[in-house]
T-cell receptor, first 115, second 116 residues
Framework: AQSVTQPDIHITVSEGASLELRCNYSYGATPYLFWYVQSPGQGLQLLLKYFSGDTLVQGIKGFEAEFKRSQSSFNLRKPSVHWSDAAEYFCAVGPGGFGNEKLTFGTGTRLTIIP | DSGVTQTPKHLITATGQRVTLRCSPRSGDLSVYWYQQSLDQGLQFLIQYYNGEERAKGNILERFSAQQFPDLHSELNLSSLELGDSALYFC???????????????FGNGTRLTVT
């Protein structure tokens, strides 16, 4: 079975600073990887996904993530954060050949933005 | 706005009681997923319905059940409630025409259940 770890429970960054949220997965083959964002009082929204091909994927809201097989990681990055990026971020992993019902979500990283 | 509607937003009830959570999926989406989000367990998949039929089961307790109606709205029934059932319950919908990850999940804003 696959698993996903988000080592940082809470991260605080200054507005305009760069951001990197860590995600490590465990899965025997090439996984399907996702990042979702949950704004306060809202449901989760898909930021980006990786299936295959180019290991650097671009998402919405200026986010990108890089798949590194050697490190079993799929870290989320943004060069300059905005106050509106304050939210909880979830990494998810799924095995090939299945659908959304097989997604395993991490426990999330809460991002706080300070002025 | 994801287009997924969940009601009620908040629910407070006592142990041993039964509640029903309702979800209206995004227009055109055939699949409905239910998730439980708690502080200690994170986001846990409970069950999926596709076009009225149960398609997949996750970590759903026997005290919990769900169904999807012909108009594609879904209800999650929680019975014999325990304190530990207090959580945020999310519904998500997806087109899922090819049963793959190509159809993203669209989440509602959740129902916060408090069992006292």
């Amino acid at each position: 079975a696959q698993s996903v770890t988000q080592p940082d429970i809470h991260i605080t960054v200054s507005e305009g600073a760069s951001l990197e949220l860590r995600c490590n997965y465990s899965y025997g083959a090439t996984p399907y990887l996702f990042w979702y964002v949950q704004s306060p009082g809202q449901g989760l929204q898909l930021l980006l996904k990786y299936f295959s091909g180019d290991t650097l994927v671009q998402g919405i809201k200026g986010f990108e993530a890089e798949f590194k097989r050697s490190q079993s990681s799929f870290n989320l990055r943004k060069p300059s954060v905005h106050w509106s990026d304050a939210a909880e971020y979830f990494c998810a992993v799924g095995p090939g050949g299945f659908g959304n019902e097989k997604l395993t979500f991490g426990t999330g990283t809460r991002l706080t933005i300070i002025p | 706005d994801s287009g997924v509607t969940q009601t009620p937003k908040h629910l407070i009830t006592a142990t041993g009681q039964r509640v029903t959570l309702r979800c209206s999926p995004r227009s055109g989406d055939l699949s409905v997923y239910w998730y439980q989000q708690s502080l200690d367990q994170g986001l846990q998949f409970l069950i999926q319905y596709y076009n009225g039929e149960e398609r997949a089961k996750g970590n759903i307790l026997e005290r919990f059940s769900a169904q999807q109606f012909p108009d594609l709205h879904s209800e999650l029934n929680l019975s014999s409630l325990e304190l530990g059932d207090s959580a945020l319950y999310f519904c998500a919908s997806s087109v899922d025409t090819d049963s793959s990850y190509n159809s993203p999940l669209h989440f509602g804003n959740g129902t916060r259940l408090t069992v006292t």
